[in-house]
Structure formats: C-alpha cells, structure tokens
C-alpha cells in the first residue's frame, strides 16, 4: 500500500515540478481536455497561479483554441490530454502550427512502456505521433526518485525556447505515468510556487542581414521599375514602417494582402495597391507589365490571379526576405534569399543609396486603384454579396479590433473587397495548411486576448459547430456568408461536371442560427445588407458570443462578381 502512495504523490510532484518551470520559462495559457491518464498534470496545471486553464472536451478544437491563443499573444500555448486516441486528434492543428509557424507545446499524457503492445486498454504507439510535424519530440522517463533535480527546468526552459526559434512551431512532450496517478486525497500537496516574472523566458534573437546580401539586392532594385509583394506573416514591431519607407525611396507599389497586416493602420499607405485582383486579372496594360524586380516578403499569394502575374513577370531579379528557415517558393522563381529580420533588412537596404523608379512606372498602379475603388463603390449593391458585406464588416470594426477570416472562398472574398484605411486593425488566418477545420476553434482561442470578430463560409462553421460549446467569457461574432455550400468550386473547371452538386458544392440543410442557440449563443439570420450592419453594430456593443448568419443567392453571387470583373476589364485599368 505504501508503493502505490508513493507513486501518486510522485507523479503530482514530478507534475508540479515541470509546471512550475514551463512557468518560470514563460508559458501563460493552457487548453486541457478531460481525461484519467493526464491528472497529475491537470492538476499541477490547476493549481499554478501564473497559468490560465482553459476546459473543453473536445481535443481537436482544444488544439485549434490553443493555437488562436498563441497567434493572438504572439507567445507559445500549451495544450494536454490524456492517452489513447486523444492527442491524435490534435494532428490537424499541428499541421497547422507547423506550415504557420505559431509556437504551440503539445503535453501528452501516455501509459507506462510495459503496458504498450500488450491490449491494455487506451493505449497506442505515441511516440513521435506527430513525425515531421513538430520541432522536436521528447518523452522523458517515468516520474522516479532519482530524477536530476535541474532536468525539468532544463526541459521546460529547452521545450519553449524549441517552440519559438529558429522557426517557431509545435514541440511535443509525451509524458507517460504508472498508476495510481494521484496520491490519496490526504496527501494532495498544496499550489505550485508563485512566478511574478518568468525567470528562464527563451529570448529571441533578430538576424540581421548579410551585408553582400544587402549591396547585391541595392544594385539590382536602384532606379529600376519593380514591385513589392507582401503576403501574410507575422512581421515584427516597426515592419510597417520601414516597408513604407523603403517602398517610398524606390517608389514602387506594394501588393499587400490582408493578412500583411499592412492594409489598416497609421503608417504611410500612399503606395499600397490592394484592388490588384481587379487589374491583373484581364490583359490590361498592368496585368501584362514586366518589372525589372520583384521584393517578396511573407507567404506565397492568396489569390490565383497575384500568382499567375508573379509566374509571368518574369523579372530578372526575384528577391525573398525570410526570417526563418522556409522557402516560399513553390514557383521556383526566387533569384536571391535574405535570411533576415524583415525590418532590418528594410532598414538595411534604406541605409544604401537608393534611387526612384522612372515616375511613370507607379503612376499606372496608382490610376488603377482608384479607378477600381471608383467602380466598386458605384457598383456596391444593397442585397446581401460578398463585395459589399465585407466592406460594412469592415466599417462596423472599432478601431484595434481582430479579424479572423476563413479560408476557401472568405479569404479570397477579404482580399478582394477589404479595401484599406487607417483604422488600425489586426488581421487573423489559418494559412499555414489552408483548411476549413479549426476555423471557429482558432477564432475563440483569439477572442481569450481580446474582442475578435470571424469572417467564414457555411461549411467552415459547419464543420467546426462544436467550438460553440467553448464561448464562454468570450466577447466574439462569427459572421457566416451562407452561400449554399462550397461556393469556391463555382469558380474551377469542376463546376461544368454533372456530379458538381453532389460531389463538389454540397449543400447543407442545416439552420447555423438556430445551432447556435442550441449551444446558448446569440443566433440570428438576416435578409439584407441593412440588416447585418445594425447586428453587426448591436453584437458588438452588447459582447459576448453572437452568431450571425448571412444568406447569399450564390448564383446570383457568381453573376454579380462576374459583372464586376467586366466593368473592371471596360474601365481604364
């Protein structure tokens, strides 16, 4: 009797152990799913004052929720379960935290290494689960006597740093325990220790560029007609500025998509070509234009159109300035890579002797965006379509507000109608493996550092319904544009096939309002564009979690888009 005790009361102790130093290295927030096998850590967990605990049954959007959490604090989040089939369920959000680069800790509890392989009950082969998808794998051995008393410190301090550099991502722990998992009620030890200011935080460094790097890209984009292209990334403090700046000496246009984080702000937006899904769409004068250069900052384009333009410029110098280890290239266009710290190496090339580009050469772009934002404002209808939603969404915002767009048709929808102004505001996105899993899971997860607002389709919120069980203390509105289905496949050779309904759009029955209200949240479902701003305005002002689901005729929606794309193609542009 005495053994089984001292077991428990070894697992809570080796437990609170390794909380107090994830702590003590910085770790904030924890998403835990209910289970046997992981208690000693749920209770360590639960009793450590430094960490929020956050409960929600079902591990896959437990997983996702961590991940809104980690890109909203921009710090790594923890995420525990037990054993079995459980930690399988975090698989689609690893993929995402790893091709998204967010630092995400993944603890999983598991069953002692003579119980493997024999039929006990709940337990699998939990070793490196997640293969290639995570920075590093540890498993520590069973919770003993003997265990080096800096070994846990040292892991959890190893395990966060792993987390966020050189390239952020997900870093697994498996942690196996023998039974009994607790000591009797007893013997329970008291909180973890109390961490005012965590003392072993990993600190990351900035790489500055390589100066020959530097010199090489200044003498190939001085003087010369070229372009600036920014995807989604998550871009250090001063990003916005020094882009800018350096987009103001060459004086060269910037195509910046939503999830730059570049399109609402203070910053100096003069040079900023949002509308470019219009113009270089058709064989106008700019879809045909052939830069001397091309500045690639971020993830490869959202939108086929910005891609189908970057494969046929051809430039003769096709620049990447990545922080980390990746190679957003799937073109296999790119001439030159910086390693760099985006701002530095901004801040570097604005520091050589640069000179503007012949003033005719983004006059063009400029003539362009107006001229689009002109036909788009006179043509913007009062029913409820995707290019005038977005742009009301996007009024309604208080300024400082997050946005978490869907991915599909919402993605592409935002990048094309979001417009820009100088409201600040900060742009979300699951980019990293582009699914519509996860979705509403990630926003929530945001929506725990401050008030979030998500922008997705019928299907994504469909598929993660369940996420409406974790809303609470939440202040969030999911806008669903209900466009029957998968309406992206509207425009892809699929949808001339006879099985395209069956197979490819699939629409639902399901009434998303009325699910939402069966899980305690606000639902409501509105007719016209009216309407959605007065609930969209009424949501935010009264918090908390409101659902509000948006019709759209998609048909209609197809033919409107294409009349827009004609009178784009008729204009000047």
Not at 254 to 279: K, M, Q, T
Not at 320 to 328: A, V, Y
Request: charged fraction near 15%; proline fraction near 8%.
């Amino acid at each position: 009797m005495k053994e089984s005790v001292d077991t428990g009361l070894l697992n809570l102790r080796w437990s609170q152990a390794l909380v107090d130093a994830l702590a003590a290295a910085g770790l904030r927030e924890l998403v835990l799913s209910p289970g046997s096998r992981s208690s000693p850590l749920a209770l360590a967990f639960l009793r450590q004052p430094a960490i929020r605990c956050h409960v929600l049954v079902d591990e896959r959007s437990a997983a996702f929720f961590a991940l809104g959490i980690a890109k909203a604090s921009g710090r790594p989040s923890a995420v525990l379960c037990t054993s079995g089939s459980a930690p399988a369920n975090w698989f689609p959000a690893v993929i995402e935290a790893d091709l998204g680069a967010v630092p995400l800790l993944l603890l999983s509890a598991d069953r002692p290494p003579e119980l493997l392989g024999w039929g006990a009950n709940q337990t699998i082969d939990q070793q490196r689960l997640f293969g290639s998808h995570v920075r590093s794998f540890h498993a520590p051995a069973l919770p003993g006597a003997d265990v080096p008393a800096g070994y846990l410190r040292q892991l959890a301090t190893r395990a966060m740093s792993e987390c966020c550099w050189p390239l952020p991502g997900p870093v697994h722990l498996n942690l196996a325990f023998r039974e009994p998992l607790l000591p009797a009620g007893s013997a329970l030890p008291e909180q973890g220790i109390t961490i005012s200011t965590p003392a072993n935080c990993p600190v990351i460094p900035r790489l500055l560029p390589d100066r020959r790097l530097i010199e090489a890209t200044l003498a190939d984009i001085s003087g010369r007609p070229g372009v600036i292209v920014c995807g989604g990334g998550d871009y250090p403090q001063g990003f916005a500025d020094a882009l800018t700046a350096l987009a103001s000496q060459l004086d060269c246009p910037i195509f910046a998509e939503p999830l730059s984080n570049l399109r609402f702000g203070s910053h100096d937006r003069s040079r900023l070509c949002v509308r470019y899904e219009a113009y270089l769409r058709h064989s106008s004068p700019l879809a045909v234009a052939r830069p001397d250069w091309l500045l690639r900052f971020g993830a490869f384009p959202v939108t086929r159109s910005l891609q189908n333009w970057l494969r046929t410029a051809a430039a003769e110098s096709q620049i990447l300035i990545s922080p980390d280890s990746r190679w957003p290239d799937p073109q296999h266009r790119a001439s030159r890579r910086i390693q760099a710290d985006p701002a530095l190496a901004c801040e570097a090339l604005l520091a050589g002797a640069l000179r503007p580009a012949p003033p005719s050469w983004r006059a063009g772009f400029a003539q362009a965006e107006a001229q689009v934002e002109a036909i788009a404002r006179s043509c913007r209808p009062q029913e409820n379509f995707e290019g005038a939603l977005i742009p009301t969404l996007i009024e309604c915002l208080p300024a400082g507000h997050r946005l978490f767009c869907g991915n599909s048709l919402a993605i592409r929808d935002l990048d094309a109608f979001s417009g820009s102004s100088d409201k600040p505001l900060r742009l979300f996105g699951n980019r990293g493996a582009s699914g519509i899993d996860g979705n509403l899971s990630t926003a929530l997860g945001i929506a725990t550092q401050g008030a979030c607002v998500a922008l997705v389709g019928d299907l994504t919120a469909q598929h993660d319904l369940t996420a409406l069980a974790a809303v609470s203390g939440c202040d969030i509105v999911f806008v669903v544009l209900n466009n029957g289905g998968g309406g992206i496949f509207d425009y892809l050779p699929v949808a001339s096939l006879p099985e395209f309904e069956r197979a490819w759009l699939t629409p639902q029955a399901i009434d998303l309002s009325a699910a939402a209200r069966s899980f305690g949240v606000s639902g409501q479902r509105v007719g016209s564009l009216a309407e959605f701003r007065v609930s969209v305005e009424q949501a935010l002002v009264r918090g908390g979690a409101t659902l509000i689901e948006v019709p759209i005729d998609r048909l209609a929606s197809v033919a409107r888009r294409q009349a827009l794309w004609r009178a784009w193609a008729g204009g000047a542009v």
